[in-house]
């Protein structure tokens, strides 16, 4: 596995050296590190790849779509997807392109070895691509591809196409808790389907920020730049709930950890905005029999 590692303040590709590169057949797992501040590459085609940028920002053009990606965020685009990119300011930024082979084996450590971690709804295969839509690295693994890109020039080959595998199947992992393989699939359009599950994904990301604390339905709506009405029969749809009822799961759990971690049962009941401390047991103790988890 090739590891490139590109530091150079401003470059601009033509769109010949870009068609001698990206649109030519994978032979083997590449990864790319950069650090730039000016950088643009004309549309083009390419392997499988797994973009996750480290600081700073990236913004990519695919389609009429505008897609930016910041940091701690990471974009799949999937193999033969015609896409721009472009960066503007001091950004750091890892790249990973697996060949076909690489990509089913990926597929198939995520539905053998982690469906437990997704739910019934994630694990589905009616959908086998990926979209194309931003979403949040946890934290976690944040630092292992921190890691990785210090360590990869150290690793040998086979290291290298390990860590790049298990990077990515975290990745695949991260993305369909966000965006459900059957979500939405009653839009038929592959590009406006990628765009609601990136509106959706903002305001499911705000919930999760602040445990949906204060945070209204007109504010969400606002959020996904959908009508109320749209936004939570959609937002229903995808995650099978209301965003309110995703919201109050989140401070239970938040809340049930921090009793694991000490804090006494009234505090706990207070994050969770019960004011019955039975009431606020028997939701515990409910939660505690479906094992159920809202990430």
């Excluded at 009616?126 to 931003?134: G, I, M, N, T």
């Excluded at 199947?169 to 990136?198: C, F, N, Y």
């Amino acid at each position: 596995m090739r590891f490139v590692e590109w530091e150079q303040p401003t470059r601009r590709f033509s769109q010949a050296s870009i068609t001698k590169f990206y649109e030519q057949p994978l032979a083997e797992p590449i990864a790319f590190r950069y650090k730039t501040r000016d950088l643009y590459m004309p549309e083009h085609g390419g392997a499988f790849s797994l973009k996750y940028v480290i600081s700073g920002e990236e913004v990519y053009k695919i389609g009429k779509r505008r897609v930016v990606v910041a940091a701690g965020q990471a974009l799949f685009i999937e193999n033969g997807v015609r896409y721009a990119s472009e960066i503007s300011k001091n950004t750091e930024s890892l790249s990973i392109f697996l060949p076909c082979n690489e990509r089913q084996l990926a597929f198939f450590s995520v539905f053998k070895n982690h469906s437990q971690q997704l739910d019934s709804c994630a694990q589905s295969q009616a959908e086998p691509e990926l979209p194309s839509v931003v979403f949040r690295i946890p934290v976690q693994a944040q630092k292992e591809l921190a890691r990785l890109t210090l360590s990869f020039s150290e690793l040998d080959e086979k290291r290298r196409v390990d860590h790049a595998r298990a990077a990515v199947v975290d990745a695949i992992i991260s993305l369909k808790r966000g965006a459900p393989a059957t979500s939405l699939l009653h839009v038929v359009k592959r590009s406006t389907r990628e765009e609601l599950l990136q509106r959706l994904l903002r305001a499911k990301t705000c919930i999760e920020d602040t445990y949906g604390v204060e945070t209204s339905l007109d504010q969400l709506a606002d959020i996904a730049c959908l009508s109320k009405y749209h936004f939570l029969r959609l937002f229903r749809e995808a995650y099978g709930e209301t965003p309110a009822a995703y919201a109050r799961r989140l401070r239970l759990t938040h809340a049930i950890e921090s009793i694991q971690q000490g804090a006494s049962e009234l505090e706990a009941a207070q994050k969770a905005e019960y004011t019955d401390l039975r009431a606020f047991r028997r939701a515990c103790a409910r939660a505690a029999q479906t094992n159920q988890s809202p990430k």
